[in-house]
């Protein structure tokens, strides 16, 4: 079980809230879509590395969406908050409603000034 991947440069780990851009191509278009939400898992090994990205759509209702690492559609990916969790999956999540359920712990920083006193 893996707790984090590295994607240009980044990691990501688990319980960090993320936006995956990713382009969609409508017939002679394409466009970026934006998918904000908490990476609950993260699977795989190497190139068949995955993760999984969960949001609350509007009326409480939850959405996961899989996203491959390797995905040539991905554009970048923004962490947006990191997130202190002491699970490997945060399948737990599903059941929770509401606010509740995008809530995780965030992660502390400590400062090197407190950390030299």
Do not use: C, W
């Not at 999984?52 to 908050?81: D, H, N, Q, T, Y």
């Not at 990191?82 to 599903?94: C, D, N, P, T």
């Not at 509740?100 to 502390?108: G, L, Y």
């Amino acid at each position: 079980m893996s707790q984090y991947l590295n994607y240009q440069g980044q990691t990501i780990s688990i319980g960090d809230t993320v936006r995956v851009h990713q382009r969609i191509v409508e017939e002679k278009k394409s466009r970026i879509q934006v998918f904000e939400g908490v990476v609950i898992a993260i699977r795989g090994k190497q190139n068949g590395r995955s993760f999984v990205v969960r949001k609350i759509a509007s009326g409480s209702i939850g959405v996961e969406k899989i996203f491959p690492v390797m995905l040539p559609s991905i554009e970048k990916i923004e962490v947006k908050r990191k997130g202190q969790v002491r699970r490997s999956k945060l399948y737990y999540l599903r059941e929770r409603i509401g606010r509740a359920a995008s809530k995780v712990r965030e992660k502390s920083t400590v400062f090197e000034t407190e950390a030299a006193a």
